[in-house]
């Protein structure tokens, strides 16, 4: 394989941003030479590497020189400037390029990972594209004398799968063109307008004026940069005059979309996920690269899709064609992005196969030149023959002078048409540039509102000057008017005011506007470098006049900075670390990051939905903000919408990727409807546009859906002392708001489901967990054990009772032990307190360790979903073997069948049953000596009451009010048994006083909620408020008391059984 026709890939590592530096983020990538390796933040151990041809760390090791570049803190440091970038990648591409080569350098990576600032750079410090263009015009100066070069720059845009001119003089609608094909070309952009340069300042310039048309028209357009391509193409064609040699060649220079890969909270799939193609390009140039890496290896019949989308039509030569081409992957080095960094790593590793079939390139137009000069020649030599012929040799000769005319005409066209593209290029450089000083002698007179966009490389593009006077804002175009475009921009949106070197803002009725994260509806004052954010997501910064400028930095005023502001005013802040110096968890910065990357598309979903009509709200919510698993412990967070019908009450919730996919499709919906409109008003009013789209391929519609509103937690811990326990659970929704009430009952009970107080206690299971740590190495069977669940009522359901008008029914779904299918209640329709009714016996058939183990740490989590009108009910899939057929559930699962035993084995099974055999028996006889020594011992403390008060105390408290207390564990009359048999008594005695307290704070916390619902009523006067004082007053009282007496009863126990133990040692 010749290496130098490989596709060579390059990654680089950017710093961490300030957000990050501020949450205490991770570093996760390390480099040694050309090695990358990736460490998973969640695993320490699970490290992987990648090799490449080239691995960039400019993470750290760098400082700010006085000129603003960033350079290593040492010479000959580690870290990788722009410089070092350039002399690997940039001249490499410019040298192939003169050599006659096409050459092509593609990067690619997540947003805001640093691919714009490779590309492009920022300030002082230029990238690749910039620094090769200075390049490029230094070597044509420098060699003047030997060849002559022309310079032609193109500058598109693909989104959504539509190439758009960002050089057309025209609108953004009619710049869209088409990909053409031709047998010696390949594709091609029909109509891409190519401008002749002479200067880097002039492509410079151009560049400047792709990327205003880039800002403008997404902003009118409602397109996201971060998820379009931006190519840049530079055709050189170099005449070698000596040589008679012409070698023409193209550069192409491709700034691909964020590939961040969505963080996906389940395995879904939207009915309209294949609908959109504003992923297409990303996922059919990843379908290509794995296709061409798997024709490198050997795999025959293998297809190459590169017709599947207009980005890998375009970049066909590039990718295993006649190209030299230079991958630059860009990695973001923060733990929250581990998996993203390494899709990208991987995406990079099967790159790096790719063979392409690099040739030197003829330029035909040179051919042209010949074939013309070399025919002239032959023509004139036919005229010197003709001219001894006569009249008609006259007639042939004329014909043969018109074709020598039209020929030389043809050359003399040619050789001008590169003078003649770079005078009008020339002139339209002037203009700008006039436009260009304008500008800037305009900064420093007004003050102004710049631009802020999410692609860094668009931020302070546009730039609007606001004059002395009265200036109205919005779509309005007039003299006295400030024309933006965008979402949820009104006519007259708001109006400008500068009196007195003074700018205020007031928001016209029904406009949106926020200064600094806060709706204003009044006039304001603007200071310098506030924020401002006009319609749904329109960011702007203000600058203020000159004297109120400093030397302050406003890069910092980001459009993350923007949006965190916006968080910051709903409560959200997640994205700063503690007061005490802690570290954000990763986990907790990742829903930070999604929340305030979510929130302007939210905002631009909404302005959509109010223009078309559709009557659809969304919402950001955190889910699992308040919620736990069964073991208490946090579940994973991620940001959800949540969508609501306004009008038919209906209520769904996205996850972050399905909203993502519809909100692009929205956006297609959007810009037909604008198209649409715009096109009844050419048409004079009439209503050209098709029918209504159908409601099955509407982004804002989906099937009604059940909707999970919250979860309680019954902890089982009771049913291991056999303790009835009867609760009242507060249902909470994933951010912790109060949903409803559940009665629950967890009662003990017998094999007929009916309470049985003879029922054998799992007292002692408490000393056995001190004396079996480790359930999981050594099983204990201890028999059946069963219980009755019974879920009695609901009430206060906030759902039912704000959506009182439309069809809702409530159930209650629950999962046991082992077991992955849920329960579900029997639905009960529009009742805000619901009577449930639903019974459940569960059975365990032998009580393992795990199962205790279940029960006294775990919880079952009871969800309550809401099931809206259309939607078909929850139905539980409970495996056949684990529900008996009259309605029990088997809670563990029955032992695998033993394995039929070999010959060999059969008389060795013989003598270990004999043997169990004779265990089994003295185990019986030892049971009933102790059974008979209990009958004694039992006689013994009947006895000895009077004689000891303490031990008649206990063993009234313990023996006769409670059936529970297993037979042996009571003091004896003896001292011989009084020692023998005082621990397991004072064990057994305290879990009964426990047990005493256990029930009597059950009722305390009752009493607790009844007093916590104990509300006012909305409507309550003054007399009203009192009665409810007292009333609460009361209520607060019994609750006191209530929990003193708990509390003194728990002390007098203890304090009994001390003195019993005492008593005991003494004697």
């Given at each position: 394989?010749?290496?130098?026709?490989?596709?060579?890939?390059?990654?680089?590592?950017?710093?961490?941003?300030?957000?990050?530096?501020?949450?205490?983020?991770?570093?996760?990538?390390?480099?040694?030479?050309?090695?990358?390796?990736?460490?998973?933040p969640?695993?320490?151990?699970?490290?992987r590497?990648?090799?490449?041809?080239?691995?960039?760390?400019?993470h750290?090791?760098?400082?700010?020189?006085?000129?603003?570049?960033?350079?290593?803190?040492?010479?000959?440091?580690?870290?990788?400037?722009?410089?070092?970038?350039?002399?690997?990648?940039?001249?490499g591409?410019?040298?192939?390029?003169?050599?006659?080569?096409?050459?092509?350098?593609?990067?690619?990576?997540?947003?805001?990972?640093?691919?714009?600032?490779?590309?492009?750079?920022?300030?002082p410090?230029?990238?690749?594209?910039?620094?090769?263009?200075?390049?490029?015009?230094?070597?044509?100066?420098?060699?003047?004398?030997?060849?002559?070069?022309?310079?032609?720059?193109?500058?598109?845009?693909?989104?959504?799968?539509q190439?758009?001119?960002?050089?057309?003089?025209?609108?953004?609608?009619?710049?869209?063109?088409?990909?053409r094909?031709?047998q010696?070309?390949?594709?091609?952009?029909?109509?891409?307008?190519?401008?002749?340069?002479?200067?880097?300042?002039?492509?410079e310039?151009?560049?400047?004026?792709?990327?205003?048309?880039?800002?403008?028209?997404?902003?009118?357009?409602?397109?996201?940069?971060?998820?379009?391509?931006m190519?840049?193409?530079?055709?050189?064609?170099?005449?070698?005059?000596?040589?008679?040699?012409?070698?023409?060649?193209?550069?192409n220079?491709?700034d691909?979309?964020?590939?961040?890969?969505?963080?996906?909270?389940?395995?879904e799939?939207?009915?309209?996920?294949?609908?959109?193609?504003i992923?297409?390009?990303l996922?059919?140039?990843g379908?290509?690269?794995?296709?061409?890496?798997?024709?490198?290896?050997?795999?025959?019949?293998?297809?190459?899709?590169?017709?599947?989308?207009?980005?890998?039509?375009?970049l066909?030569?590039?990718?295993?064609?006649?190209?030299?081409?230079?991958?630059?992957?860009?990695?973001?080095?923060?733990?929250?992005?581990?998996?993203?960094?390494?899709?990208?790593?991987?995406?990079?590793?099967?790159?790096?196969?790719?063979?392409?079939?690099?040739?030197?390139?003829?330029?035909?137009t040179?051919?042209?030149?010949?074939?013309?000069?070399?025919?002239?020649?032959?023509l004139?030599?036919?005229?010197?023959?003709l001219?001894?012929?006569?009249?008609?040799?006259?007639e042939?000769?004329?014909?043969?002078?018109?074709?020598?005319?039209?020929?030389?005409?043809?050359i003399?066209?040619?050789?001008t048409?590169?003078?003649?593209?770079?005078?009008?290029?020339?002139?339209d450089?002037?203009?700008?540039?006039?436009?260009?000083?304008?500008?800037?002698?305009?900064?420093?007179?007004?003050?102004?509102?710049?631009?802020?966009?999410?692609?860094?490389?668009?931020?302070?593009?546009?730039?609007?000057?606001?004059?002395?006077?009265?200036?109205?804002?919005?779509?309005?175009?007039?003299?006295?008017?400030?024309?933006?475009?965008?979402?949820?921009?009104q006519?007259?949106?708001?109006?400008?005011?500068?009196?007195?070197r003074?700018?205020?803002?007031?928001?016209?009725?029904?406009?949106?506007?926020?200064?600094?994260?806060?709706?204003?509806t009044?006039?304001?004052?603007?200071?310098?470098?506030?924020?401002?954010?006009?319609?749904?997501?329109?960011?702007?910064?203000?600058?203020?006049?000159?004297?109120?400028?400093?030397?302050?930095?406003?890069?910092?005023?980001?459009?993350?900075?923007f949006?965190?502001?916006?968080?910051?005013?709903?409560?959200?802040?997640?994205?700063?670390?503690?007061?005490?110096?802690?570290?954000?968890?990763?986990?907790?910065?990742?829903?930070?990051?999604?929340?305030?990357?979510?929130?302007?598309?939210?905002?631009?979903?909404?302005?959509?939905?109010?223009e078309?009509?559709k009557?659809?709200?969304?919402?950001?919510?955190?889910?699992?903000?308040?919620?736990?698993?069964?073991?208490?412990?946090?579940?994973?967070?991620?940001?959800?919408?949540?969508?609501?019908?306004?009008?038919?009450?209906?209520?769904?919730?996205?996850?972050?990727?399905?909203?993502v996919n519809?909100?692009?499709?929205?956006?297609?919906?959007?810009?037909?409807?604008?198209?649409?409109?715009?096109?009844?008003?050419?048409?004079?009013?009439?209503?050209?546009?098709?029918?209504?789209?159908?409601?099955d391929?509407?982004?804002?519609?989906?099937?009604?859906?059940?909707?999970?509103?919250?979860?309680?937690h019954?902890?089982?811990?009771?049913?291991?002392?056999?303790?009835?326990l009867?609760?009242?659970?507060?249902v909470?929704s994933?951010?912790?708001?109060?949903e409803?009430?559940?009665?629950?009952?967890?009662?003990?009970?017998?094999?007929?489901?009916?309470?049985?107080?003879?029922?054998?206690?799992?007292?002692?299971?408490?000393?056995?967990?001190?004396?079996?740590?480790?359930f999981?190495c050594?099983?204990?069977h201890?028999?059946?054990?069963?219980s009755?669940w019974?879920?009695?009522?609901?009430?206060?359901?906030?759902?039912?009772?704000?959506?009182?008008?439309?069809?809702?029914?409530?159930?209650?779904?629950?999962?046991?032990?082992?077991?992955?299918?849920?329960?579900?209640t029997?639905?009960?329709?529009?009742?805000?307190?619901?009577l449930?009714?639903?019974?459940?016996?569960?059975?365990?058939?032998?009580?393992?360790?795990?199962?205790?183990?279940?029960?006294?740490?775990?919880?079952?989590?009871?969800?309550?979903?809401?099931?809206?009108?259309?939607?078909?009910?929850?139905?539980?899939?409970?495996?056949?073997?684990?529900?008996?057929?009259?309605?029990?559930?088997?809670?563990?699962?029955?032992p695998?069948?033993p394995?039929?035993?070999?010959?060999?084995?059969?008389?060795?099974?013989?003598?270990?049953?004999?043997?169990?055999?004779?265990?089994?028996t003295?185990?019986?006889?030892?049971?009933?000596s102790?059974?008979?020594?209990?009958?004694?011992?039992?006689?013994?403390?009947?006895?000895?009451?009077?004689?000891?008060?303490?031990a008649?105390?206990?063993?009234?408290?313990?023996?006769?009010?409670?059936?529970?207390?297993?037979?042996?564990?009571?003091?004896?009359?003896?001292?011989?048994?009084?020692?023998?048999?005082?621990r397991?008594?004072?064990?057994?005695?305290?879990?009964?006083?426990?047990?005493?307290?256990?029930?009597?704070?059950?009722?305390?916390?009752?009493?607790?909620q009844?007093?916590?619902?104990?509300?006012?009523?909305?409507?309550?006067?003054?007399?009203?408020?009192?009665?409810?004082?007292?009333?609460?007053?009361?209520?607060?009282?019994?609750?006191?008391?209530?929990?003193?007496?708990?509390?003194?009863?728990?002390?007098h126990?203890v304090?009994?059984?001390?003195?019993?133990?005492?008593?005991?040692?003494?004697?």
């Amino acid at each position: 394989m010749n290496r130098k026709d490989c596709v060579r890939v390059a990654v680089r590592v950017r710093p961490f941003n300030k957000r990050e530096k501020d949450a205490g983020s991770r570093c996760i990538i390390s480099m040694v030479t050309s090695s990358v390796t990736i460490q998973d933040p969640h695993d320490p151990h699970n490290r992987r590497s990648f090799s490449f041809d080239y691995a960039y760390w400019s993470h750290s090791g760098f400082l700010r020189d006085h000129n603003g570049l960033y350079v290593p803190e040492e010479p000959g440091g580690r870290y990788a400037d722009q410089d070092s970038v350039f002399q690997d990648l940039g001249e490499g591409i410019l040298e192939n390029a003169q050599q006659g080569y096409n050459a092509t350098l593609l990067a690619y990576g997540q947003t805001g990972s640093g691919k714009s600032y490779s590309m492009v750079g920022y300030g002082p410090n230029k990238g690749l594209v910039p620094k090769l263009c200075d390049r490029l015009f230094e070597d044509i100066r420098g060699n003047q004398a030997t060849r002559q070069c022309q310079v032609f720059f193109s500058m598109m845009e693909i989104y959504n799968e539509q190439v758009i001119d960002l050089l057309s003089r025209s609108s953004r609608t009619s710049g869209v063109l088409r990909v053409r094909e031709e047998q010696h070309r390949g594709f091609y952009v029909e109509g891409l307008r190519t401008v002749p340069c002479d200067s880097a300042q002039q492509v410079e310039q151009l560049m400047e004026q792709g990327t205003r048309t880039r800002t403008t028209a997404a902003t009118h357009m409602n397109a996201n940069s971060s998820r379009s391509h931006m190519l840049i193409i530079l055709q050189l064609k170099q005449i070698f005059s000596k040589e008679n040699i012409t070698k023409q060649s193209s550069i192409n220079l491709v700034d691909l979309a964020g590939s961040e890969r969505q963080r996906s909270s389940g395995s879904e799939a939207d009915r309209l996920k294949e609908g959109t193609a504003i992923n297409l390009s990303l996922t059919t140039l990843g379908n290509v690269i794995s296709a061409l890496a798997d024709v490198v290896v050997g795999k025959r019949a293998v297809h190459i899709p590169y017709r599947d989308s207009v980005l890998t039509k375009l970049l066909q030569s590039a990718l295993g064609g006649n190209s030299r081409t230079v991958m630059i992957a860009t990695l973001s080095p923060a733990d929250i992005f581990y998996e993203e960094s390494l899709s990208t790593l991987r995406y990079a590793e099967r790159a790096k196969h790719i063979q392409n079939q690099a040739v030197v390139n003829e330029s035909p137009t040179e051919r042209m030149v010949k074939e013309l000069k070399a025919e002239n020649a032959r023509l004139l030599q036919r005229l010197s023959r003709l001219g001894q012929d006569g009249r008609r040799a006259n007639e042939e000769t004329k014909e043969l002078r018109q074709l020598l005319t039209n020929n030389e005409l043809q050359i003399r066209a040619i050789q001008t048409l590169w003078e003649q593209h770079l005078q009008d290029a020339l002139k339209d450089w002037e203009l700008q540039y006039a436009t260009i000083t304008q500008e800037r002698r305009m900064i420093q007179m007004f003050p102004s509102i710049h631009n802020i966009n999410e692609d860094a490389q668009l931020s302070g593009v546009v730039k609007l000057f606001i004059r002395e006077g009265e200036w109205d804002v919005g779509l309005c175009d007039s003299p006295q008017s400030i024309t933006i475009r965008g979402l949820g921009i009104q006519e007259h949106h708001a109006v400008f005011r500068n009196e007195q070197r003074r700018v205020t803002v007031t928001p016209h009725q029904g406009s949106k506007v926020i200064v600094n994260g806060q709706t204003v509806t009044q006039t304001t004052e603007l200071q310098h470098l506030d924020r401002l954010i006009l319609g749904s997501n329109s960011t702007y910064l203000f600058i203020g006049y000159p004297s109120e400028r400093g030397g302050e930095d406003c890069s910092r005023y980001d459009y993350d900075y923007f949006q965190s502001e916006l968080a910051a005013a709903e409560g959200i802040h997640l994205g700063e670390s503690s007061p005490g110096g802690g570290q954000t968890d990763p986990s907790l910065l990742a829903v930070f990051y999604d929340y305030i990357k979510l929130m302007p598309m939210v905002a631009e979903a909404n302005q959509m939905s109010q223009e078309l009509k559709k009557d659809i709200e969304f919402k950001l919510e955190i889910k699992n903000l308040a919620a736990s698993d069964s073991k208490g412990h946090d579940l994973e967070k991620d940001v959800v919408v949540r969508v609501t019908s306004l009008p038919r009450k209906q209520v769904w919730v996205w996850s972050k990727n399905k909203f993502v996919n519809r909100k692009f499709l929205m956006e297609e919906l959007y810009q037909q409807q604008q198209q649409q409109a715009e096109q009844r008003t050419v048409d004079g009013g009439q209503d050209t546009s098709r029918a209504a789209a159908l409601q099955d391929k509407d982004p804002f519609w989906d099937p009604v859906e059940p909707l999970l509103l919250g979860t309680a937690h019954l902890w089982l811990q009771s049913l291991v002392f056999r303790i009835p326990l009867e609760e009242q659970l507060e249902v909470l929704s994933s951010e912790g708001r109060a949903e409803a009430i559940l009665q629950v009952q967890l009662v003990p009970c017998s094999s007929t489901g009916l309470y049985d107080t003879h029922t054998h206690t799992y007292t002692h299971t408490l000393s056995l967990t001190h004396t079996i740590p480790d359930f999981s190495c050594v099983p204990v069977h201890l028999g059946r054990m069963e219980s009755s669940w019974i879920l009695q009522s609901c009430w206060d359901n906030v759902w039912t009772s704000s959506w009182s008008w439309t069809s809702v029914l409530v159930c209650t779904g629950f999962r046991i032990f082992d077991c992955s299918q849920p329960f579900y209640t029997p639905a009960v329709w529009n009742q805000v307190n619901p009577l449930l009714h639903h019974h459940i016996h569960l059975t365990s058939l032998h009580t393992t360790s795990s199962l205790l183990d279940y029960l006294q740490s775990s919880a079952v989590v009871l969800e309550m979903w809401a099931l809206q009108d259309g939607c078909t009910e929850l139905v539980s899939s409970v495996d056949e073997g684990r529900m008996t057929s009259d309605g029990t559930f088997i809670m563990d699962t029955p032992p695998p069948p033993p394995p039929a035993p070999s010959k060999a084995s059969s008389a060795e099974l013989s003598c270990s049953v004999k043997t169990l055999q004779q265990e089994v028996t003295q185990l019986q006889r030892l049971n009933a000596s102790l059974m008979k020594e209990n009958t004694s011992l039992r006689e013994q403390l009947h006895n000895t009451r009077n004689d000891c008060p303490a031990a008649w105390y206990c063993s009234s408290l313990f023996l006769d009010s409670d059936p529970y207390l297993p037979a042996g564990v009571c003091a004896a009359g003896d001292d011989g048994g009084r020692r023998r048999s005082l621990r397991p008594s004072c064990d057994a005695d305290l879990a009964r006083a426990l047990k005493v307290f256990y029930h009597s704070m059950t009722s305390v916390r009752a009493q607790l909620q009844r007093l916590c619902r104990h509300r006012p009523s909305d409507e309550s006067d003054l007399l009203g408020l009192r009665l409810f004082v007292n009333e609460h007053s009361r209520l607060t009282k019994d609750f006191s008391e209530q929990l003193d007496q708990t509390v003194s009863r728990l002390k007098h126990d203890v304090a009994a059984i001390v003195r019993w133990k005492r008593s005991a040692n003494c004697s």
